[in-house]
């Protein structure tokens, strides 16, 4: 994926819009076989993009408000590996706006249901290893349906930063308020090995040597 820098220089740059995707397991986190025909991903957005309230389109798919604060992105060159947090609001309805309109009984579902739901399928799971996907395209990018009237960037283009892709670790923090996760990327994830290719002389010809 092409990062655009031509873009990014302008003096008047389009903004960077975030957003993201949680994709679920079958067998896993959703019964085997998908019995109920559930979606397995689903898209939203933290609300905070061009003061937008409701869903974002990106790419023909809709992104949908939720209540949830997403933390610890921050790139660094030092330090430990960042671990992200995602804390969702456990008192509204989240997770019917963000996963599809899932309810339990024709009643929509907060977090806590959610997980125990999930947990019956994997138990104790608490979506242990849900892949966490964020999207980071420009407002450039955006679909013309986001926009009322003509599309002030005209067409569409293709501008976006790479996506970065997280699972979740652990569930840090579960209360009648808030249910919060902890991110972990791919190269942090536990009994990864590293590194995934052979070092030799041939490639790496100061392997071996010490001064």
């Given at each position: 994926m092409t990062i655009p820098f031509t873009?990014?220089?302008?003096?008047?740059?389009?903004?960077?819009i975030e957003?993201?995707?949680?994709?679920?397991?079958?067998?896993?986190?959703?019964?085997t076989g998908n019995p109920n025909n559930l979606d397995t991903v689903f898209?939203?957005?933290?609300?905070?993009?061009?003061?937008?309230?409701?869903?974002?389109?990106?790419?023909?798919?809709?992104?949908?408000?939720?209540?949830?604060?997403?933390?610890?992105f921050e790139d660094t060159s030092s330090g430990t590996i960042?671990?992200?947090?995602?804390?969702?609001?456990?008192?509204?309805p989240t997770v019917a706006y963000a996963l599809g309109g899932i309810t339990k009984?024709?009643?929509?579902?907060n977090m806590t249901t959610f997980l125990n739901v999930v947990n019956l399928v994997t138990a104790g799971n608490d979506l242990l290893n849900a892949k966490v996907t964020r999207l980071l395209p420009?407002?450039?990018?955006?679909?013309?349906?986001?926009?009322?009237?003509?599309?002030?960037f005209g067409t569409p283009s293709t501008d976006r930063l790479q996506d970065r892709i997280y699972y979740i670790d652990?569930?840090?923090?579960?209360?009648?308020?808030?249910?919060?996760?902890?991110?972990?990327?791919?190269?942090?994830?536990?009994?990864?090995?590293?590194?995934?290719?052979?070092?030799?002389?041939?490639f790496f010809p100061a392997v071996g040597t010490f001064i």
């Open positions: 873009e990014l220089n302008k003096i008047n740059p389009s903004s960077i957003l993201f995707e949680l994709e679920l397991t079958v067998g896993v986190h959703i019964p898209r939203f957005h933290a609300g905070a993009n061009l003061n937008n309230l409701g869903q974002i389109r990106f790419n023909n798919n809709d992104y949908q408000r939720v209540a949830v604060k997403m933390e610890g960042k671990r992200p947090t995602m804390t969702f609001s456990n008192r509204l009984d024709s009643v929509a579902m420009l407002a450039s990018a955006l679909d013309n349906a986001n926009f009322i009237g003509d599309n002030p652990r569930k840090a923090l579960e209360n009648r308020e808030v249910v919060q996760f902890e991110l972990v990327s791919a190269q942090d994830l536990e009994n990864k090995k590293l590194p995934a290719r052979i070092v030799t002389r041939e």
